[in-house]
């Protein structure tokens, strides 16, 4: 079973200035401690055991303040980019700290799918990938993956989106190392890697019904405190 998640944290988070022009995403606070702590103590009750953070703008505050994990019950090994990699080359770059088989979720999402049954839907599929999709039918932001089937992704396009999607990715996906170099850049975006998948008939589909929380935007911090204000 898969125990090792992939955090894409190493963006520049410019649109939560002036939060962000001091501290990165994921040391941003939420209810009174950094985001990141929020995060793994939700890696930790899915059944998690690794975490792989690929940083960059001001990855030491990371690195100084979560160390190796340990007080969270986790590990945490760090990849930290030296320049510009986008979230596809971040994931490159940090290939010699991957399992055979990753979860991948961005550094500003804290999402309610519980992982598990994620992890044995992917087994059961025998893909190379699998994407986590919610049917969101463009009303949180315009819908951008398509569907072969229920169970597998035809085409994810940013834009325009596809003709007819219904959904978007959610935040969490799921891949089998063998396809990191399958990529020849160094920076790209992630969505590289699911256009090697979807021709192939390799990315599955796993439809959250529930809805997800992010820090991207002030909006975004503000609901998520009150969920958890809520939901201790």
Known sequence: ??????????????RLYPITKTIPKSMVPILGEPFLAHQLRLFKRNGIE???MCVGHFADQI?????????FGLRIQYSVEQGKLDTGGALKHA??????????????????????PVFAFFEQQQKLGLMCVYNNDNQIEPSRVL????????????????????HMEYGLN????????????????????????????????????????????HQGIADLEQFLSTHA
Not at 1 to 14: D, E, F, H, Y
Not at 95 to 104: G, I, M, N, R, Y
Not at 147 to 166: F, I, M
Request: glycine content about 8%; proline content about 6%.
């Open 147 to 166: 569907l072969r089937d229920e169970h597998t992704v035809l085409k994810y396009q940013k834009e325009p989106p596809p003709v007819g999607a219904k």
């Open 63 to 71: 690195i100084h303040h979560f160390g190796d994990g340990a007080d």
């Open 50 to 52: 690794e975490v792989v």
């Open 174 to 217: 799921v891949f089998r190392k063998s396809i990191i170099p399958q990529v020849d850049k160094t920076s790209f975006p992630l969505s590289d890697y699911f256009d090697i998948l979807t021709p192939t008939g390799d990315l599955a589909a796993f439809s959250v019904p529930t809805r997800f929380y992010e820090i991207g935007s």
């Open 95 to 116: 290939a010699d700290l991957l399992d055979d088989t990753f979860a991948v979720m961005y550094g500003d999402s804290y999402l309610l799918q519980e992982l598990q």
């Open 1 to 14: 079973m898969i125990k090792q998640i992939v955090v894409l944290a190493g963006g520049l988070a410019t």
